[in-house]
């Protein structure tokens, strides 16, 4: 629990498209270079790529052990190599160098973060506490959100565009060192080497995972469940051009959705444990709908923050739910792999709905939010007809299927 907490703390620092440099990144490029929502969309969707090819690190790990570790050696080279890319990060200014700098970040994160996935099931499994562990991560990763979002947006306030945009890079690259002392300190995993036999266990639960036609289904919902036409993008525009709120306190609404995360997670913890796997995946499109829909309320400072707590709550109870549920369907000898496969497609859905949405803002609605909201209100109330598809039943939540 103590590592996780470590981990998420640093993910929620570093993770480009969320963490300490996005707010900077954004408002960099918007000023700086003139960039458009769907410019900003399009060239950053490659930061995502790192996190759609997950199950190969999973693959990687589950199969082939370094220096005799399968997780531990994996997560200590990914954070070292995060703070070497994102030392270049801050030293560089070219949208392209840029660019390409960042994506090495995110294929660091992406690599800790599979590597935390494969911790997560296997003891989640083993303890039947995926639910917790899941709450656990997400819940000092909003704490490390809330505080860099403030950070962020004081950022843009008192520098320079580049200079707010170089001194986020320097401090996403210190993160990632506390999170090396934490798997050196706090990871406790068994040496294994690579014989046939442990392979020859590894390779016949892969293939039975490939021929689970559960596990298709579970990972199509997923990606449905997260495939909507976004507005982050377009909703960063509105903010700054049309309600004209500062860089500011931009970054505290940010910090103020990830104060709602927390609050989702202790909401989880206290009253929602109990429920089984549909009721709350139900809970959760439930939630979602109606937080989106809460976006069309959003005309001024007051009413911001109101929406912001409020889709922070119903996004922690779609994250715990989604996670658990992938989690509990994960076989073992084959965690790293399946685990990553199903984060991977909910990760794709990500820069696909992003662009999307961030289209249909400026080519369709002409720089409308409110029918944007309407469509992608409705693409997540959807979702509800395919949970009978699933066949939980009753199941409990952290109960390996």
């Keep these: 629990m103590l590592f996780f907490a470590v981990v998420y703390v640093v993910e929620g620092i570093g993770q480009a498209k969320v963490g300490i440099i996005w707010q900077p990144l954004n408002f960099y490029l918007k000023q700086v270079f003139g960039w458009t929502p769907v410019q900003i969309s399009v060239s950053l969707a490659v930061l995502d790529l790192p996190w759609v090819i997950k199950p190969l690190y999973g693959l990687i790990s589950d199969f082939i052990p370094l220096l005799g570790y399968r997780r531990r050696a994996y997560l200590l080279l990914a954070n070292v190599a995060a703070v070497v ?10 949208p392209t160098r840029l660019v390409f700098a960042l994506t090495l970040t995110s294929f660091a994160m992406a690599i800790a973060s599979t590597l935390c996935g494969a911790l997560l099931v296997e003891n989640g499994q083993r303890h039947r506490a995926s639910g917790a562990f899941v ?27 580049r200079g707010a945009m170089q001194a986020a890079a320097g401090i996403a690259a210190a993160a990632p060192l ?10 406790d995993e068994e040496r294994t080497g690579i014989d046939t036999a442990e392979l020859r266990r590894t390779l016949g639960a892969l293939v039975t995972a490939l021929r689970s036609r559960r596990l298709y289904l579970i990972g199509g919902f997923l990606f449905l469940y997260y495939f909507s036409p976004g507005f982050g993008t377009p909703l960063y525009f509105h903010l700054t051009d049309d309600l004209r709120f500062s860089q500011g306190y931009i970054g505290t609404l940010s910090a103020i959705g990830a104060a709602g995360w927390i609050a989702g997670a202790l909401l989880h913890r206290w009253f929602l444990e109990r429920l089984s796997s549909r009721a709350l995946l139900n809970l959760s499109i439930l939630g979602g709908t109606l937080a989106t829909l809460a976006y069309l309320l959003l005309h001024g400072e007051a009413s911001a923050a109101m929406v912001y707590f409020l889709a922070g709550v119903a996004g922690m109870i779609a994250n715990v739910a989604t996670l658990t549920l992938a989690a509990d369907f994960c076989p073992k000898r084959s965690e790293g792999f399946v685990f990553a496969a199903m984060m991977s497609l909910t990760n794709l859905a990500s820069p696909l709905d992003n662009t999307i949405g961030s289209f249909l803002y400026e080519h369709v609605f002409d720089r409308t939010l409110a029918p944007l ?8 109330a959807l979702v509800f007809v395919l949970v009978p598809l699933l066949r939980l039943g009753d199941k409990p939540q952290g109960e390996p299927a």
């Excluded at 890319?85 to 070219?94: K, N, P």
């Design 135 to 161: 709450t656990q991560q997400w819940l000092w990763f909003n704490v490390a959100i809330m505080a860099v979002a403030v950070l962020g947006g004081q950022l843009i306030e008192v520098l320079s565009p």
């Design 178 to 187: 506390s999170a090396a002392l934490g798997v050196l300190l706090l990871v």
């Design 373 to 380: 909201i309407l469509v992608s209100a409705g693409a997540t």
């Design 85 to 94: 890319a994102y030392g270049w990060v801050a030293l560089t200014d070219a």
